[in-house]
C-alpha cells in the first residue's frame, strides 16, 4: 500500500513512505528511537483508508542518505528543517502532523516554531518539552526512568551496549513490542555501518534548544500510556500547560511505551478525532 520514495533535501536524501488519495489533507507521521517509520505502517494505513494522505520519513540518521557523522548535524533545528524541507519537497503548505518518542520531540518544536506549517498536532508518549523537563528536575519517578539517556549520550559505550552480542540489548529494548517483523527490521537498520551512532546523535545534540521551548497553538492532542517505562505521569498531566489552542490529553491503560506498534488503531482514532476526520 506505501509508496517509497526519495526526497532530496541538499546533499541528504530521505527515504519516504506515502500512501492514501493524492488529494487528502496531508498528514506528516514521525517515528522515533529506536525505530524507522515502520512503526508507523499500521496506524498510516487506517488512516490513510481514512482519505489521508499519509507521509512517513525515515528521518535523520535513519534514512541511508541522510546519516551525517557529526553530532553537530543533529539538533533539533536541524531536525525540524528536514520536516519543513520535506514539505517543501512535497509541495505541501501545511500538514497534519503527529510524532512519537524523538517523533514527538520533533513535532513539539514544529507546532511551536512554525505554527504557519502545522493545521493540528498528536503528541505520542513525549510530552512537551518545558513539561518532561519540570518533572526530569522535580519527580524523582521521572528522573530514575531517564536514567538510561546518560548512557545513550556516551560516545562509543552506548553502541557497544546496544549492538554487543547480536545486538541482544537492542532487541530487548523493544519488549513487549508485539510486531516482530518491525522489530527485525529496526534491527537491520541501526545494525548498519553508522546507523546507531547517527541514532544516538539525536541524543548527543541535545542542549537548551530541547526544553527552552514556548507553548503550541494549534489544535493539539497529547497520547500517553499507563505502562510506559520512560515517561513518568507528573510530566504527562503538567503538558496542557503548554498548550495554548483546544488541547485533549488521551490515556492507553496499560500500554508500553511502543504506542504505534501496540495500540495502532486507539492512535490512529485519536489522530482522526484531532484532525475531524
Not at 487506517?46 to 553537530?72: F, M, N
Not at 537492542?170 to 541501526?190: F, G, I, K, N
Not at 511502543?258 to 476526520?277: K, M, N
Request: glycine share 8%; hydrophobic share 45%.
Amino acid at each position: 500500500m506505501f509508496e517509497i520514495s526519495r526526497v532530496a533535501l541538499g546533499d541528504l536524501t530521505f527515504d519516504v513512505r506515502i500512501a492514501g488519495p493524492q488529494e487528502g489533507a496531508p498528514l506528516v507521521l514521525l517515528h522515533g528511537f529506536p525505530e524507522t517509520g515502520r512503526s508507523w505502517e499500521h496506524a498510516g494505513r487506517w488512516l490513510a483508508e481514512a482519505g489521508l494522505r499519509v507521509v512517513i520519513p525515515d528521518q535523520r540518521g535513519y534514512s541511508p542518505g541522510a546519516r551525517p557523522a557529526d553530532v553537530s548535524s543533529y539538533t533539533i533545528g536541524a531536525l525540524v528543517g528536514d520536516v519543513l524541507g520535506l514539505l517543501d519537497g512535497l509541495g505541501i503548505d501545511t500538514a497534519h502532523v503527529a510524532g512519537h518518542d524523538w517523533g514527538a520531540v520533533v513535532g513539539w518544536h514544529l507546532a511551536a516554531h512554525h505554527p504557519d506549517r502545522v493545521r493540528t498536532f498528536t503528541a505520542v508518549s513525549v510530552p512537551h518539552p518545558a513539561a518532561y523537563s519540570w518533572a526530569l528536575q522535580h519527580d524523582e519517578d521521572q528522573k530514575s526512568r531517564s536514567a538510561y539517556i546518560k548512557l545513550l549520550r556516551l560516545e562509543g559505550k552506548a553502541e557497544s551496549v546496544l549492538l554487543d552480542d547480536g545486538a541482544r540489548r537492542l532487541r530487548a529494548m523493544y519488549s513487549p513490542m508485539p510486531d516482530h517483523a518491525a522489530v527485525e527490521e529496526y534491527v537491520r537498520v541501526l545494525t548498519a555501518p553508522g546507523a546507531m551512532t547517527a541514532a544516538l546523535n539525536w541524543y548527543r545534540a541535545m542542549g537548551r534548544d530541547f526544553r527552552d521551548l514556548p507553548s503550541v497553538k494549534v489544535p493539539t492532542t497529547y497520547v500517553w500510556s499507563t505502562a510506559d517505562v520512560a515517561v513518568a505521569r507528573a510530566g504527562a498531566e503538567r503538558c496542557h500547560e503548554y498548550a495554548d489552542a483546544d488541547y485533549e490529553f488521551v490515556v492507553l491503560d496499560d500500554v508500553s511505551h511502543w504506542v504505534p506498534e501496540e495500540e495502532p488503531a486507539a492512535l490512529a482514532e485519536a489522530i482522526r478525532t484531532r484532525i475531524g476526520q
